[in-house]
C-alpha cells in the first residue's frame, strides 16, 4: 500500500469512496498509540474502506506559554507510521487550509464540562480542540471517527458534541497504549529526561494502585457476600490480606460498593511520594469522575467512572487515566 500525501480538502474530496471512511485525527509525531488507532481503523473500514489520518498542529488548542513552537513536527516519520499501519491517505492540511479566513469568530463552546479537569488547567483549550475537530470532520467527511481514551475527558467532549450537534459520524474510542513500564504513550514523553521519566512513572503508578484498592475493596465484599456468618465472614476477609479490624463482615457489607474514597487515598499515596522526588512531580489534580460530565463521583455512585490524574515534571506536561466500574452486581 501507498499512502497518499494530500495537503488540502478538494484533494482529498476528489478522492473515488468505496465503502466506510475511518478517521483518525493526530497532530502529529505518531507513536505505537496512534498506530494502535489507525490499525483499529483499518479493521472497521475494512478492505473496501477507506482510512485517512490528519495531521494538523492546532494552534487554536494551545494557551499562552504552552510548547506550540516546539511541538514535535515530524511529517515524514508519520507518513511512514501511517502508511504500515494500514492508512490510505495522511491529509496534512496548512492552517490557512484549516482556517482561510484567520483563526475563526465563530467556534464551538465545550459548555459546563470543557471548564474542568484540563479545562480548569488549561483555559479555552477545549473551545478550540472542539473548533477543530468539527472543521475536520465536516472536510473530511468520515463515517467513523476514532480517538484515544488517554484523552479521556477530549474523548467525552466529542462523543458530546457529536451528539448534541447531530454530526452524522461514530465516535469510537480506543484503549490507551502503554510503554513496557506503564508509561502511558505520548508525543511528548520525548521531552523527558531519564530522570524525568522515571518521577513521571507514578501517573500511572497512582492510577494503578487506585485500581488494585478498588479491586481488593470488590474481592472483600464478594467474600462478605458469600459467606453467611458473622464469624466466617471475617476470617475468610482476613485470608485475603486485610486486618481483622478492617475486615468487620458488618462493616463490609454495609460499605458503599467501590469505596471511591480509598481508590482516591491510593492513588493521592503515590503521587505524594513523587512530590518528593529529584526531580518532583508537580500534580495539577487527581480526580475520580462521572465520564458523562467529568464532575467529581459521590461515595454512593454505581456505574463506569474514569480516575484520571495530570500533572508537570519538570517543563513537561502529562495526562492519563483508567476506567473503573463501581458497584459489581451481588
Do not use: C, W
Not at 106 to 128: K, Q
Not at 300 to 325: C, K, Q, S
Request: cysteine-free.
Amino acid at each position: 500500500m501507498t499512502t497518499a500525501l494530500l495537503r488540502t480538502a478538494d484533494e482529498l474530496h476528489a478522492r473515488v469512496r468505496n465503502g466506510l471512511r475511518a478517521v483518525v485525527m493526530t497532530m502529529g509525531a505518531l507513536h505505537e498509540g496512534h498506530a494502535t488507532l489507525i490499525r483499529t481503523a483499518r479493521e472497521i473500514a475494512g478492505a473496501e474502506g477507506e482510512v485517512v489520518v490528519t495531521v494538523f498542529v492546532n494552534p487554536l488548542q494551545f494557551g499562552k506559554g504552552e510548547d506550540l513552537d516546539r511541538y514535535p513536527r515530524t511529517l515524514d516519520a508519520d507518513l511512514k507510521i501511517a502508511e504500515e499501519a494500514g492508512a490510505d491517505a495522511v491529509f496534512a492540511p496548512s492552517v490557512d487550509e484549516v482556517y482561510p479566513g484567520g483563526e475563526p469568530q465563530v467556534r464551538i463552546s465545550a459548555g459546563p464540562m470543557g471548564g474542568r479537569l484540563e479545562g480548569a488547567t488549561r483555559p479555552g483549550h477545549f473551545d478550540g480542540m472542539l473548533t477543530v475537530v468539527a472543521k475536520l470532520l465536516h472536510l473530511t467527511r468520515p463515517d467513523v471517527a476514532l480517538f484515544g481514551q488517554k484523552d479521556a475527558q477530549q474523548l467525552a467532549l466529542i462523543r458530546r458534541m457529536a451528539r448534541d450537534l447531530n454530526f452524522g459520524v461514530e465516535i469510537v474510542g480506543v484503549p490507551t497504549v502503554r510503554e513496557e513500564d506503564g508509561l502511558a504513550l505520548s508525543s511528548r514523553n520525548r521531552y523527558l529526561s531519564p530522570q524525568e521519566r522515571r518521577t513521571a512513572l507514578a501517573l500511572s503508578g497512582a492510577l494503578f494502585a487506585g485500581r488494585d484498592r478498588h479491586a481488593a475493596q470488590e474481592a472483600l465484599r464478594a467474600r462478605a457476600r458469600e459467606v453467611p456468618a458473622t464469624r466466617a465472614r471475617a476470617e475468610a476477609l482476613s485470608a485475603i490480606g486485610e486486618s481483622r479490624a478492617a475486615a468487620d463482615a458488618h462493616a463490609v457489607a454495609k460499605s458503599v460498593p467501590g469505596g471511591p474514597a480509598g481508590v482516591r487515598a491510593a492513588a493521592r499515596l503515590v503521587l505524594d511520594e513523587a512530590a518528593r522526588l529529584q526531580p518532583p512531580l508537580a500534580l495539577d489534580y487527581l480526580a475520580l469522575v462521572d465520564p458523562s460530565d467529568f464532575t467529581e463521583v459521590g461515595e454512593d455512585f454505581t456505574g463506569e467512572a474514569v480516575l484520571a490524574v495530570a500533572a508537570r515534571v519538570g517543563t513537561t506536561r502529562l495526562i492519563d487515566n483508567i476506567p473503573l466500574i463501581f458497584g459489581a452486581a451481588p
